[in-house]
């Protein structure tokens, strides 16, 4: 059963508690409604209110809203201020100097602490080290680190001089690597010798090394090696540089680098429906503001919090509830290395307990296998820890269906914590349609109402509002602060990805469906509208992972769909067509595993396919479209009961059966 059915018919309704409603920073309905109207009736003010409130500018911004060049719309843009001053000095100067800012820890245990003082000691070395090899402000820094303290200090060290950061998922191949240093024209790389993942070493630097190889690279000036495990690898003299000997003796102290509100923090490459991952732009001031502020309102962050969001640096998740958000806060978070399974699939709960963590933020998949490990082994389910730190639970990266919703709501949060599911995208920079906790009333499985000052709503195809109870398109009215600024180095791109001419350019499209319940209008949204697939809350374009199969010799077209998957919500499905015979036996079976090796090798090991299935052709129009409608029925196991009249070549289908 899809989302959409099962969250349409959920009638439990989970109200916050008093208590929870008294100490929100959001407190109340009418708190909720209060803010909405302000940005109702005077949506700059309202902006400019709270980025007055809730960031320090070294020099205060005249202009709020900047729509002259519409859809690249900016924000605060006459006004100055550093991400890293931010989120470091400006706790260290409110007194949180010995307060711990990163509970670290690794995969094998071992837990580091650093508070906002030494973290900034750190970053400011990190800046200083990057200074002193030729880094400068606006120069892009590809940083390929695992979970770390590191990995958090490298992206901060690069705010910090006004270098763009550009991190990649240490789970992309050397293909994707290289593919990124090209497209951002890096001048540098950052990584670590190897990472550490369920009690196995992996290299990293290798990777690196073998993305050179590819050539294309020549803008790549120097490689910072932060040595995690000591495992020997390959240093190129004159251009790799150990993290430990290039800030050995650099100074404690690095003035930030004030830049205008519009100057490019980050890019983060995200899947789209067509060509090669986008390079999403965000801005400084506007993308900051929301991590402050949804930290604040969803997560209610408070002084004596312990904050873990499970995500890695590597996904936009990580970098706004990560390395941003809880920092600009004076937080104290985790960092974690390992896996969820690692020693054993109660480590999340293990570590909940040990770190009296109490506001927990992960994603569904993740809760999806970890309550089948506990149905297969009652040790590691979560009603054999201490959990009653917890206060807050957050849902991210995907729809969270009802049943798991339930199962995190009673025996992770002990049926005290509400949960927020926050819908949100790369492009969002953060929270867009969640629940308030000291507002909402929950709904499992529905991400319930927009954030105050979003202006979600669901459209048809000409742009006209549907009524509650109607599926649609989910579209962003207005711009909002922490919104992408343009695909880099493609603006035409962003323009027609964001901006279509569907709605005469004026609104933001998401790439999702969604419906409001026609009672209290609370969201659900139901899946992508596009052909970018969910895999465990990775996003994965059909098309990209089309062109990593056809890329192979011996493959002559491909069609890669998606699949309802229990444990990952969707499951890639590909069918291919080979140049030679089509397999059968256990020649598919190898041929199959060539096939998801290759894949691996092209983009990384999360894009391959689960199900690869063969035929001499692809069910096709006679104008000679592939019909994706007949191959997700397929994927499915489904009977076809479509109108295949149009098919140019319909015995295909019973080949594609099998
Ligand atoms: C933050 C993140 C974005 C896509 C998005 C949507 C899906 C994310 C969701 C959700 C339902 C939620 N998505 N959160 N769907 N409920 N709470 O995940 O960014 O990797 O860019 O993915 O993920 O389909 O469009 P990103």
């Given at each position: 059963m899809?989302?959409?059915e099962t969250?349409?018919?959920?009638?439990?309704?989970?109200?916050?508690?008093?208590?929870?409603?008294?100490?929100?920073?959001?407190?109340?309905?009418?708190?909720?409604?209060?803010?909405?109207?302000?940005?109702?009736?005077?949506?700059?003010?309202?902006?400019?209110?709270?980025?007055?409130?809730?960031?320090?500018?070294?020099?205060?911004?005249?202009?709020?809203?900047?729509?002259?060049?519409?859809?690249?719309?900016?924000?605060?843009?006459?006004?100055?201020?550093?991400?890293?001053?931010?989120?470091?000095?400006?706790?260290?100067?409110?007194?949180?100097?010995?307060?711990?800012?990163?509970?670290?820890?690794?995969?094998?245990?071992?837990?580091?602490?650093?508070?906002?003082?030494?973290?900034?000691?750190?970053?400011?070395?990190?800046?200083?080290?990057?200074?002193?090899?030729?880094?400068?402000?606006?120069?892009?820094?590809?940083?390929?680190?695992?979970?770390?303290?590191?990995?958090?200090?490298?992206?901060?060290?690069?705010a910090?001089?006004?270098?763009?950061?550009?991190?990649?998922?240490?789970?992309?191949?050397?293909?994707?690597?290289?593919?990124?240093?090209?497209?951002?024209?890096?001048?540098?790389?950052?990584?670590?010798?190897?990472?550490?993942?369920?009690?196995?070493?992996?290299?990293?630097?290798?990777?690196?090394?073998?993305?050179?190889?590819?050539?294309?690279?020549?803008?790549?000036?120097?490689?910072?090696?932060?040595?995690?495990?000591?495992?020997?690898?390959?240093?190129?003299?004159?251009?790799?540089?150990?993290?430990?000997?290039?800030?050995?003796?650099?100074?404690?102290?690095?003035?930030?680098?004030?830049?205008?509100?519009?100057?490019?923090l980050?890019?983060?490459?995200?899947?789209?429906?067509?060509?090669?991952?986008?390079?999403?732009?965000?801005?400084?001031?506007?993308?900051?503001?929301?991590?402050?502020?949804?930290?604040?309102?969803?997560?209610?962050?408070?002084?004596?919090?312990?904050?873990?969001?499970?995500?890695?640096?590597g996904?936009?998740?990580?970098?706004?509830?990560?390395t941003y958000?809880?920092?600009?806060?004076?937080?104290?978070?985790?960092?974690?290395?390992g896996?969820?399974?690692?020693?054993?699939?109660?480590?999340?709960?293990?570590?909940?307990?040990?770190?009296?963590?109490?506001?927990?933020?992960?994603?569904?998949?993740?809760?999806?296998?970890?309550?089948?490990?506990?149905?297969?082994?009652?040790?590691?389910?979560?009603?054999?820890?201490?959990?009653?730190?917890?206060?807050?639970?957050?849902?991210?990266?995907?729809?969270?269906?009802?049943?798991?919703?339930?199962?995190?709501?009673?025996?992770?949060?002990?049926?005290?914590?509400?949960?927020?599911?926050?819908?949100?995208?790369?492009?969002?920079?953060?929270?867009?349609?969640?629940?308030?906790?000291?507002?909402?009333?929950?709904?499992?499985?529905?991400?319930?109402?927009?954030?105050?000052?979003?202006?979600?709503?669901?459209?048809?195809?000409?742009?006209?509002?549907?009524?509650?109870?109607?599926?649609?398109?989910?579209?962003?009215?207005?711009?909002?602060?922490?919104?992408?600024?343009?695909?880099?180095?493609?603006?035409?791109?962003?323009?027609?990805?964001?901006?279509p001419?569907d709605?005469?350019?004026?609104?933001?499209?998401?790439?999702d469906?969604a419906?409001?319940?026609?009672?209290?209008?609370?969201?659900?949204?139901?899946?992508?509208?596009?052909?970018v697939?969910?895999?465990?809350?990775?996003?994965?374009?059909?098309?990209?992972?089309?062109?990593?199969?056809?890329?192979?010799?011996l493959?002559?077209?491909?069609?890669?769909?998606?699949?309802p998957?229990?444990?990952?919500?969707?499951?890639?499905?590909?069918?291919?067509?080979?140049?030679?015979?089509?397999?059968?036996?256990?020649?598919?079976?190898?041929?199959?595993?060539?096939?998801?090796?290759?894949?691996?090798?092209?983009?990384?090991?999360?894009?391959?396919?689960?199900?690869?299935?063969?035929?001499?052709?692809?069910?096709?129009?006679?104008?000679?479209?592939?019909?994706?409608?007949?191959?997700?029925?397929?994927?499915?196991?489904?009977?076809?009961t479509?109108?295949?009249?149009?098919?140019e070549?319909?015995?295909?289908?019973?080949?594609?059966?099998?």
């Amino acid at each position: 059963m899809s989302n959409v059915e099962t969250a349409t018919h959920e009638h439990r309704v989970f109200p916050p508690s008093e208590a929870v409603v008294k100490a929100a920073a959001v407190s109340g309905v009418a708190a909720y409604e209060a803010l909405c109207k302000e940005a109702e009736t005077d949506y700059e003010g309202y902006w400019a209110r709270l980025a007055r409130e809730h960031l320090s500018w070294k020099q205060p911004f005249t202009k709020t809203l900047g729509a002259e060049n519409a859809p690249f719309f900016k924000w605060f843009e006459d006004g100055k201020l550093n991400v890293s001053y931010n989120c470091l000095d400006r706790n260290v100067e409110a007194g949180l100097g010995d307060k711990v800012a990163i509970i670290f820890e690794a995969d094998d245990g071992k837990v580091t602490k650093v508070t906002y003082k030494q973290l900034l000691a750190l970053v400011s070395k990190f800046a200083n080290g990057l200074k002193s090899i030729g880094i400068k402000k606006g120069d892009r820094v590809l940083i390929y680190l695992p979970m770390s303290v590191e990995g958090v200090a490298a992206m901060q060290a690069c705010a910090r001089i006004g270098a763009t950061h550009s991190v990649v998922f240490g789970g992309f191949s050397a293909k994707s690597v290289q593919e990124r240093i090209q497209d951002a024209g890096a001048v540098a790389v950052i990584t670590a010798d190897e990472q550490c993942r369920g009690g196995k070493a992996i290299p990293l630097k290798p990777i690196i090394d073998e993305a050179f190889a590819m050539g294309g690279c020549e803008s790549i000036k120097n490689v910072v090696v932060y040595q995690r495990t000591g495992g020997s690898i390959p240093m190129t003299a004159g251009r790799d540089v150990w993290l430990h000997e290039l800030i050995a003796n650099q100074s404690e102290t690095c003035e930030p680098e004030w830049v205008d509100a519009e100057h490019p923090l980050f890019l983060l490459y995200t899947s789209g429906s067509t060509g090669k991952p986008k390079g999403v732009q965000h801005s400084s001031g506007g993308y900051l503001l929301h991590a402050v502020l949804t930290m604040k309102w969803t997560f209610d962050i408070k002084p004596d919090d312990v904050f873990w969001c499970t995500a890695d640096i590597g996904w936009v998740t990580g970098h706004t509830y990560i390395t941003y958000g809880p920092l600009a806060c004076g937080a104290t978070e985790i960092v974690f290395e390992g896996v969820p399974t690692y020693p054993d699939a109660g480590r999340f709960w293990k570590m909940i307990e040990s770190h009296k963590v109490s506001i927990f933020y992960t994603a569904p998949t993740a809760i999806r296998s970890l309550i089948k490990a506990a149905d297969v082994n009652p040790a590691v389910h979560p009603t054999k820890y201490k959990l009653d730190s917890l206060r807050l639970l957050g849902s991210v990266g995907e729809p969270i269906n009802p049943a798991a919703w339930q199962w995190y709501y009673d025996n992770v949060g002990g049926a005290r914590c509400p949960i927020v599911d926050t819908f949100w995208q790369t492009e969002t920079g953060g929270h867009m349609i969640t629940p308030l906790p000291g507002v909402t009333t929950l709904v499992p499985g529905s991400c319930t109402l927009p954030f105050p000052g979003i202006q979600a709503a669901i459209v048809d195809e000409t742009g006209n509002d549907v009524p509650w109870g109607q599926g649609g398109i989910l579209v962003v009215k207005k711009p909002w602060p922490s919104m992408i600024r343009t695909i880099w180095g493609d603006p035409e791109r962003f323009k027609k990805s964001y901006y279509p001419q569907d709605f005469q350019g004026k609104y933001y499209l998401a790439g999702d469906g969604a419906i409001r319940d026609k009672d209290n209008g609370y969201f659900t949204i139901t899946g992508r509208i596009d052909d970018v697939l969910n895999v465990s809350g990775h996003r994965m374009g059909t098309m990209e992972i089309e062109s990593a199969l056809v890329a192979n010799p011996l493959v002559a077209e491909a069609a890669v769909v998606g699949r309802p998957d229990e444990l990952t919500g969707e499951a890639i499905c590909a069918f291919v067509v080979l140049k030679g015979e089509r397999p059968t036996g256990d020649a598919a079976k190898k041929m199959i595993k060539e096939l998801q090796d290759w894949v691996g090798k092209e983009i990384g090991p999360i894009a391959k396919p689960k199900d690869i299935r063969f035929g001499e052709n692809l069910p096709k129009t006679r104008s000679g479209k592939i019909m994706r409608r007949l191959l997700r029925a397929l994927a499915k196991g489904e009977e076809i009961t479509q109108d295949v009249s149009t098919l140019e070549n319909p015995a295909i289908l019973d080949q594609l059966k099998a």
